[in-house]
């Protein structure tokens, strides 16, 4: 369970996140959507302890935990394991030797060539890792070394942006699958296509909207994307304030 209380975040001296809540169970995949600049990857990248983001008030429990204080490599120790939304490169290493570098740390691959299979990444072992990669490979193999971590948190950071419909699909059985393992996965997204299709095959749990660094609505997906064509990100936050004001 993670649960995330009134959080607010600043990031060099500017208030980004301004009182955010929201409760992920076991098992649960959450999506986060809003508007580009909105808060979404802050929240993210707080949740995993990146340096920058500071914690101005609020709490996030992990197993029972506050982990605000934390350092990263504790919350990653703890299973609470990131998926950037631009994966830097990293020249003079190939994806194989990195990942047997990573079975010291975490296990034999084949407990998780499932992934491999589904995100079809072997055939990019022996290749300088993200060098000269195209955008959808960068994205399948960041994937792959996320659940190579063996995630009991994902956060994943538009794991889906820039990729084709083939390549959305690989992801959409990766998803499925991390759900069917108890994985709780916290996934920002822009991309109605995946969504649409998670929501149709019951996998996502629960939809929050952020919109200028607030919880504008959380819901069940077919409320929330009704309500998302409906009156779009402002409209959404718009009657969030009314109602705040009632
Ligand atoms: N290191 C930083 N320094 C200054 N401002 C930052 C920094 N990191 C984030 N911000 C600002 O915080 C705001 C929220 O950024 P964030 O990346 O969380 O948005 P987002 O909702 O993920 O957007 P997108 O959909 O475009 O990825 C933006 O205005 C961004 O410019």
């Given at each position: 369970?993670?649960?995330?209380?009134?959080?607010?975040?600043?990031?060099?001296?500017?208030?980004?996140?301004?009182?955010?809540?929201?409760?992920?169970?076991?098992?649960?995949?959450?999506?986060?959507?809003?508007?580009?600049?909105a808060?979404?990857?802050?929240?993210?990248?707080?949740?995993?302890?990146?340096?920058?983001?500071?914690?101005?008030?609020?709490?996030?429990?992990?197993?029972?935990?506050?982990?605000?204080?934390?350092?990263?490599?504790?919350?990653?120790?703890?299973?609470?394991?990131?998926?950037?939304?631009?994966?830097?490169?990293l020249?003079?290493l190939?994806?194989?030797?990195?990942?047997?570098?990573?079975?010291?740390?975490?296990?034999?691959?084949?407990?998780?060539?499932?992934?491999?299979?589904?995100l079809?990444?072997?055939?990019?072992?022996?290749?300088?890792l993200?060098?000269?990669?195209?955008?959808?490979?960068?994205?399948?193999?960041?994937l792959?070394?996320?659940?190579?971590?063996?995630?009991?948190?994902?956060?994943?950071d538009?794991?889906?942006?820039?990729?084709?419909?083939?390549?959305?699909?690989?992801?959409?059985?990766?998803?499925?699958?991390?759900?069917?393992?108890?994985?709780?996965?916290?996934?920002?997204?822009?991309?109605?296509?995946?969504?649409?299709?998670?929501?149709?095959?019951?996998?996502?749990?629960?939809?929050?909207?952020?919109?200028?660094?607030?919880?504008?609505?959380?819901?069940?997906?077919?409320?929330?994307f009704?309500?998302?064509?409906?009156?779009?990100?402002?409209?959404?936050?718009?009657?969030?304030?009314?109602?705040?004001?009632?």
């Amino acid at each position: 369970m993670l649960s995330v209380r009134d959080l607010v975040v600043e990031v060099e001296g500017r208030r980004i996140l301004q009182g955010i809540s929201m409760d992920i169970g076991p098992g649960e995949l959450h999506v986060i959507m809003g508007p580009n600049g909105a808060g979404k990857s802050t929240l993210l990248n707080t949740i995993a302890g990146l340096r920058h983001y500071k914690v101005v008030s609020g709490s996030i429990i992990f197993q029972g935990i506050n982990i605000v204080n934390k350092p990263l490599y504790e919350r990653a120790r703890s299973g609470i394991v990131l998926a950037h939304q631009f994966p830097p490169a990293l020249k003079g290493l190939t994806l194989r030797e990195l990942v047997s570098a990573m079975e010291r740390i975490y296990g034999s691959a084949r407990d998780v060539e499932w992934a491999a299979d589904i995100l079809d990444v072997k055939k990019f072992m022996d290749r300088p890792l993200f060098v000269g990669m195209s955008g959808g490979e960068r994205k399948r193999v960041e994937l792959y070394l996320t659940i190579l971590q063996r995630p009991r948190v994902a956060l994943l950071d538009e794991p889906d942006s820039g990729v084709d419909i083939e390549t959305l699909e690989r992801i959409e059985e990766v998803l499925v699958e991390l759900k069917k393992r108890g994985v709780l996965v916290l996934l920002v997204s822009h991309t109605m296509y995946l969504l649409e299709r998670l929501a149709a095959r019951n996998i996502i749990d629960n939809v929050h909207v952020i919109v200028a660094g607030r919880l504008a609505a959380s819901g069940d997906p077919k409320k929330i994307f009704e309500m998302l064509k409906e009156a779009g990100f402002q409209g959404i936050a718009e009657g969030a304030r009314v109602r705040g004001d009632d």
